[in-house]
């Protein structure tokens, strides 16, 4: 069956440290992957989408990496702030043009 | 950007009884909203897919007909949950594409919180 997992759940680093998350998925040939940010009580919000014919993209002091030989996908937070701690969420069609199916998260936590 | 709005953010109620959540596209026509539901610490569980002007397409393991989901127009997708038991106190989000965009990205609503007393 299909699977999306984020192998950590927990990741605590220093202020201006990158964070990298990473989202390994099975059973699954998507066309691109996505990553949310959401935060308590909140619904995620949308951050990044990567295509299969992309190897890397990058919006501000983001940068996601996609490699559909390893079925892995890593997530970038350069220059991290404590502003920047929420959950981050990787995401994949459930069929193309489908709903969505989010792994379980990994929450970040940046200490000033 | 579009937005997506979830009425009511926070719902008290007895057991047996029914609760509606409101979901609305504001500044799009949404053919097609998506119902999560979320339990503390774990991640979004995907529902159904609710389609305007007919039934609603649900996942395995959701009971039709305790979760009644009605999309009654393009903006609107309603979610009841009928008979509620304290088993069904979780956190439930509605989402949705823009419209003319079958992939991609979707946009969320801040969600509704459940508890069943």
């Known amino acids: 069956s299909q699977k999306i997992e984020q192998n950590s759940e927990a990741l605590n680093i220093q202020e201006g440290k990158t964070a990298t998350l990473t989202c390994n998925y099975t059973n699954y040939s998507p066309a691109y992957l996505q990553w949310y940010r959401q935060d308590p009580g909140r619904g995620p919000v949308f951050l990044l989408l990567?295509?299969?014919?992309?190897k890397e993209k990058r919006k501000e002091r983001l940068k996601v990496t996609f490699d559909t030989t390893l079925k892995q996908s890593l997530f970038h937070i350069t220059a991290s702030q404590p502003a920047d701690s929420a959950t981050y969420l990787c995401a994949l069609d459930k069929q193309a043009g489908t709903a969505l199916i989010f792994g379980k998260g990994t929450t970040l936590s940046v200490s000033s | 950007g579009a937005v997506v709005s979830q009425h009511p953010s926070r719902v008290i109620c007895k057991s047996g009884t029914s609760v509606k959540i409101e979901c609305r596209s504001l500044d799009f026509q949404a053919t097609t909203m998506f119902w999560y539901r979320q339990f503390p610490k774990k991640s979004l569980m995907l529902m159904a897919t609710s389609n305007e002007g007919s039934k609603a397409t649900y996942e395995q393991g959701v009971e039709k007909d305790k979760f009644l989901i009605n999309h009654a127009s393009l903006t609107l997708s309603t979610l009841t949950v009928t008979s509620a038991h304290p088993e069904d106190s979780s956190f439930y989000i509605c989402?949705?594409?823009?419209?003319?965009?079958?992939?991609?990205?979707?946009?969320f609503g801040e969600g509704s919180r459940l508890t069943v007393l």
């Open positions: 989402s949705a594409r823009a419209e003319g965009q079958s992939t991609g990205e979707l946009f």
């Open positions: 990567i295509r299969e014919n992309e």
